[in-house]
Structure formats: C-alpha cells, structure tokens
C-alpha cells in the first residue's frame, strides 16, 4: 500500500482509478496478476483455468459421457434443428436484444466498411439470429454503399429481424438459409461478398455439416474476403456445467430448449477452416453424410485467439470460467 494510505490502482474499486476495470464487453483489459486476490473482482480477463477447475471439468465430461441423449431423442434434435430454433425465437422475445459494444474493437475490419468513402461493400452475416450483430454495425453505418445480408436458418429469427424497427431495406437484407444447404443465400451470387460473420453459429451445427459450411462460405466470398469468427471454446461454463442427458457425442450437446451446441479447440478450428480436419470424429445422424477431408486449404487462419474470462462469484468464493474463440480466416484461391 502506498505511503500515503491510497490504495494502488489495482486495489482501488474506483472504475477511474483502477486500470483493471473494463466494461463488461471490453474485453482484454483486467489481467489478474501475482498478488491480485481473486476474489476482489468479479470478471478477470485472460485467466488460465486453474487445476481445481480442469479436475472438475474432466469429471463432469465423463458424467456427461456416461448419460448420453437418448437415441430417440438425438434422432428428434437432429433431424430438423431449425424447428427448435424457431421454437428459440419465438419463446425467447424478451432476450433477444443486446448491445454489442465490442464488435467493431475485436473486429476492425467492420469500422473499415462502414466508413463514408468505402465504397461498395456486402457483408454476409450467417446464423444472424435476431439481428444483435447486423442492427449495430447498421446503426453506426457511415457508409451509403454498404449491403448486409443477414441470413438465418430460422424462419422465426428472420421474421424477427425484418419486423425490427432497424430494419432498413436499402442497407439491409434479411432471408432464410442454411449455411450447410446446396444453395448460396438468396440474392448473392459467388464471389459476391467481402466479409462474411459467424457470430456464435457455427457452434449450433453437428460436426458433420462444417465441410459443407466452409465450402460454402468459400465459395460466396470475392478473393481475398475475410471470415470474422466468435463462438464457444472448450471448457467454457456452459459445458462444464451441463447435466446428465444431454451429451450428443463429445463436446456436443443439446440443451435444454432443443438446441444444439458444440464447444471448439484452437487447433480444431484452424484444422476445419484450413480443411485439414472436417468432422471426422461425427458419428453421422440421421439425413446427415458424412464427410472427407477437403483436398486443398480453403482458408489461411490469419488470427485465431482464445478469449478467457474468469467469473467469480465472491459471496460464494467460486470461480468460473468462460472461453470464447476468435478468429479471422481469410479466401485461398484454389490454384
Ligand atoms: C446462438 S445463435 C446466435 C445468433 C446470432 N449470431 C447472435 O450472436 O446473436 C445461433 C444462430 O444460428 C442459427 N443457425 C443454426 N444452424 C444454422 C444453419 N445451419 N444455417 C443458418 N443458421 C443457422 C440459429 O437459428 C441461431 O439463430
């Protein structure tokens, strides 16, 4: 403690004072270091697990593992997931918005497009869900040429957006489609689109659509477009915590409202997006093939990051862990 009796920055719970306070989408900025209690927060950011918490982890994995979903009910979770998405959307009305402060900080290039003198830009969002990555990038938009086609597999969710009261159709075009389908989104042909975003949806696809996934966003990007990537890491609270019943296969589950969600390596997901391993350990579902490796990268992995965050609960003195991937891929061309 300084001489004075002032607390040092680190110690103070003054959010001018303390360098360690962020905004709760701020990411990066508190780090818990040597002499740090941890309990004086109650969010660190880039903090490894610790063992207690990996021992925990690998006992609820194998819990998981021991009461996997039921055959029945993979088969109903499988065989048409949109229908519990639309489900989602529709039962889900109050929690559908939220303001991601963060987008433009984490991926730069959506600062870029939306400048007045861009030019012509489309951005491709994918599994755009109720709009909480489109509507901010579009409430900020400077620039008059740009076009966001924000498609989603859920009828219910595109409703959402097109009745949202951002919804601009000059800016702005909201349809149906599956990532993992024969079809490029409507309206867009290949090569058309210079930033593709995944926010959170690649996660909701089983292991086996992923080649199809990245083949197809390969194919409705120019040369050179750019893949901005967020979604769930190995570990995170949301895995750790899941009950009996609802293992699919490992790191692959439904929950509770029919959904399902699957929880990404760092290593894994530059193997998938460079095509090095595509589903391979998927047992394939019902009306699901399974897939072959990809015979060329189709993607360079330029920036691919894991996002720490340590939650603790200090009444409890419990602490918790969420991990989110993040990544920038951008367009091989296939020689
Ligand atoms: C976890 S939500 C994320 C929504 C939105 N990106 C966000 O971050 O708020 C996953 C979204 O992916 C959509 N989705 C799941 N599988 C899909 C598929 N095969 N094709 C297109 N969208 C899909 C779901 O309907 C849902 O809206």
């Known amino acids: 403690m300084a001489d004075d009796g002032a607390l040092p920055p680190s110690r103070s719970h003054d959010p001018q004072y303390n360098q360690k306070r962020s905004d709760p989408f701020q990411f990066g900025s508190r780090f818990l270091e040597n002499g740090d209690d941890p309990f004086e927060f109650n969010a660190w950011d880039h903090v490894e697990t610790d063992d207690a918490y990996k021992e925990y982890s690998e006992q609820q994995y194998e819990m998981q593992r021991q009461s996997p979903v039921s055959d029945f009910d993979k088969h109903r979770f499988n065989s048409d997931p949109a229908k519990w998405w639309n489900l989602f959307y529709k039962n889900n009305t109050a929690n559908f918005f939220k303001n991601r402060k963060w987008l433009q900080q984490e991926f730069p290039i959506l600062g870029k497009v939306t400048q007045e003198d861009a030019g012509p830009i489309t951005l491709l969002e994918i599994g755009a869900g109720a709009g909480n990555t489109a509507f901010p990038i579009l409430a900020q938009n400077k620039n008059p040429k740009l076009k966001i086609h924000a498609c989603d597999f859920s009828k219910k969710a595109v409703e959402v957006m097109r009745s949202h009261e951002g919804y601009d159709t000059e800016h702005m075009q909201a349809d149906v489609w599956d990532i993992a389908s024969d079809e490029l989104p409507p309206g867009l042909e290949e090569g058309s689109v210079d930033v593709a975003l ?11 659509q992923w080649k199809k996934a990245v083949e197809n966003v390969h194919r409705v990007l120019k040369p050179g477009g750019e893949v901005c990537f967020r979604d ?5 609270l949301a895995q750790v915590r899941f009950r009996k019943g609802r293992y699919l296969e490992d790191n692959f589950y439904i929950r509770g409202d029919g959904t399902r969600v699957y929880f990404f390596e760092k290593d894994e997901l530059a193997a998938i997006w460079k095509g090095e391993k595509i589903g391979a350990s998927a047992t394939p579902a019902s009306g699901e093939a399974a897939s072959e490796p990809l015979a060329e990268p189709l993607f360079d992995v330029e920036d691919l990051g894991v996002d720490r965050r340590m939650l603790v609960n200090r009444a409890r003195r419990l602490k918790m862990y969420r991990c989110w991937m993040q990544g920038k891929f951008r367009k091989r061309e296939i020689q």
Request: net charge neutral; hydrophobic share 50%; no cysteine.
């Open 198 to 208: 995944l926010i959170f949806i690649f996660s909701a696809l089983s292991p086996l």
């Open 232 to 236: 769930y890491g190995r570990g995170d």
